[in-house]
């Protein structure tokens, strides 16, 4: 019996003929080879914007895909791609006197802005454990460990827990925190820490640390006790020093993205009794966010605003990406028909709406929401083959271990 016999859209063949159309896109339009690395932005018609500046973020998705497409698939062009995202890592954005990444280059690879971004140091982190999974390079795992180091020196906050979000160069505090210009400035978020996770869950599967598993642990009871929202079940976006709530919305893409990166981590610590505890709340994460977050396409909205009360249909192509592994994880893990559905409605919307047939790879809006196709960019600072190319690979994944438990049933 095939999984695909149960999903009426979804298949394994189709979404990693998707991941491989998303790599050659990548391949095809992002490698620099007048200055090195990746080209910094490339428009929504597939046009390089070769004067743009290069940012860390960008560069260690690459460096994840590449090297996580890499070995899934056995394709030595992808670690090609990997090996180059590593490098350019290692001689660019590595700080060799101050240790972590800085965060912007120019186009020509010298330093702009060298702040360090906790975010960004996870992101780093997040690349180079796929690197070393695929090479064996110790090197690469050497230098996650530390990056974790360094977050656990200078980031946590030995008060109250969890981790601050910025630092000047050299690890000193500093006044301006955002990620970026639409953020708020608070001295933690939702987003980092989400994402730390998904970097330490990433480096202990590769590492086996136990500093790092312990690390993981404080993590999901952060996330347990401060920043998964009670009884809503969102996820507070920004908070204070002492773990006080000031957002402005609910973000439905996090919550969905979360749901399933903290049963990732919980499974990778493979402890009984964390699971127990975080099993039934990733599922009522992934039951709020399927109640209140379905648009009127099937998509899952962007955000509901506190200020005005209103539920943005907006649809963004990182949220859809990870709506379909949050709901899919939330299948396997309840057998309830509602989530497999609701997985299948957004992939596709995702094919109709943000797989550009014309240009290639995911546009940024769905087409529904666009005034124009060329609004927005294919790649740049905050776009990488990251959330799209990990949806596919991901969910096929998931679908194949479907197959094999309903192939397990039946032959008992």
Known sequence: MKVRSAF????????????????????????????????GEIDAKSNPVISANKGIILNARILWFFSEAAKEFKNARYAEVAERAYGYLMQYFDDGIHGGVCWELDYQGQCINSKKQSYAQAFAIYGLSAYYRLTGDKRALAKALHYFDLLEQHAVDLQHGGYFEAFTQDWRPVDDMRLSDKDLNYPKSMNTHLHIIEAYTALYAVSGKPQVAAALESLLLVFEQHIVLKPSLHLSLFQSHDWQDCSPAFSFGHDIECSWLLWEAVEVLNQPQISAQFRPLVLKMATVCLEQAIGERGQVCDQLTFADQKIHQDSFWWVQAEAIIGFLQAFQLSGLP?????????????????????????????????????????????????????????????????????LHEMAK
Not at 12 to 20: G, K, Y
Not at 341 to 353: D, G, H, R
Not at 383 to 398: D, T
Request: proline content about 2%.
């Open 8 to 39: 009426n859209v979804l298949d394994v063949q189709a979404l990693e003929r998707e991941c491989h159309k998303i790599a050659d896109w990548w391949m095809a339009h992002s490698i620099d080879s007048l200055h090195g690395g990746f080209v």
């Open 338 to 406: 509602k989530f497999k559905q609701a997985a299948e409605k957004v992939w596709q919307f995702t094919q109709e709406q943000h797989i550009d047939r014309e240009y290639g790879e995911w546009s940024w809006l769905a087409l529904c929401d666009q005034p124009s196709k060329d609004s927005t960019y294919k790649a740049g600072f905050w776009k990488g083959p990251y959330h799209n190319g990990r949806a596919m690979m991901v969910a096929a994944r998931l679908l194949r271990d479907m197959e094999q438990e309903i």
